[in-house]
T-cell receptor, first 117, second 114 residues
Framework: DTEVTQTPKHLVMGMTNKKSLKCEQH?????MYWYKQKAKKPPELMFV???????INESVPSRFSPECPNSSLLNLHLHALQPEDSALYLC????????????????FGSGTRLTVV | DAKTTQPNSMESNEEEPVHLPCNHS???????IHWYRQLPSQGPEYVIH???SNVNNRMASLAIAEDRKSSTLILHRATLRDAAVYYC???????????????FGKGTLLTVNP
């Protein structure tokens, strides 16, 4: 299995709702990432998890709350979002240990298209 | 991460080679050169990476200048499915290599004409 699976693919939520985005991978990768991508812009890093522990938070507002319950799953909990948070949310995973003899690129999911109304 | 400079857009014809340039004049000795592409409505996809020597894989070739201040991603025969945004990214894994950030620049939008 060489995929990162994100659910749901599309989500519409109100500003008072609570919702969660889910990401799953079975490649044995121990680093997982959340990115946010606005239309016609490059992806921007939000969070990095390494060995199920949060290692990087790129000053993301607290209305976004990540969670890594195990080495295969990554969640992004959403609460009290604003319309400007509407974007494509991408999950990615990668190996943690550098190994020059193997590919160590990121594998991305197809994303969740979030609309906040 | 060191900065890269790419043209905003390029155009190619189907079945012709495409050379996508990337300048990285401030590259350090431990920076790897990575290329990703993002097809419409999809997440980014790893294409290729290299350090000093030219690299080939089933998707593309990566030509790295001798001084490493520039590189070129080569698609040998462009197809319509190669139309995407191509990102050139420098990654420093010389300091111990645990997890690391992948920072995207603006990339090059490649249009392939039939």
């Amino acid at each position: 299995d060489t995929e990162v699976t994100q659910t749901p693919k599309h989500l519409v939520m109100g500003m008072t709702n609570k919702k969660s985005l889910k990401c799953e991978q079975h490649m044995g990768h121990r680093a997982m990432y959340w990115y946010k991508q606005k239309a016609k812009k490059p992806p921007e890093l939000m969070f990095v998890y390494s060995y199920e522990k949060l290692s990087i938070n790129e000053s993301v507002p607290s209305r976004f709350s990540p969670e890594c319950p195990n080495s295969s799953l990554l969640n992004l909990h959403l609460h009290a979002l604003q319309p400007e948070d509407s974007a494509l949310y991408l999950c990615a995973s990668s190996q943690v240990i550098r190994d020059r003899t193997r590919r160590y690129g990121y594998t991305f999911g197809s994303g969740t298209r979030l609309t906040v109304v | 991460d060191a900065k890269t400079t790419q043209p905003n857009s390029m155009e190619s014809n189907e079945e012709e080679p495409v050379h996508l340039p990337c300048n990285h004049s401030t590259i350090s000795g431990t920076d790897y050169i990575h290329w990703y592409r993002q097809l419409p409505s999809q997440g980014p996809e790893y294409v290729i990476h290299g350090l000093t020597s030219n690299v080939n894989n089933r998707m593309a070739s990566l030509a790295i200048a001798e001084d490493r201040k520039s590189s070129t991603l080569i698609l040998h025969r462009a197809t319509l499915r190669d139309a995407a945004v191509y990102y050139c990214i420098l990654r420093d894994v010389g300091s111990g290599g645990s997890n690391y950030k992948l920072t995207f620049g603006k990339g090059t939008l490649l249009t392939v004409n039939p």
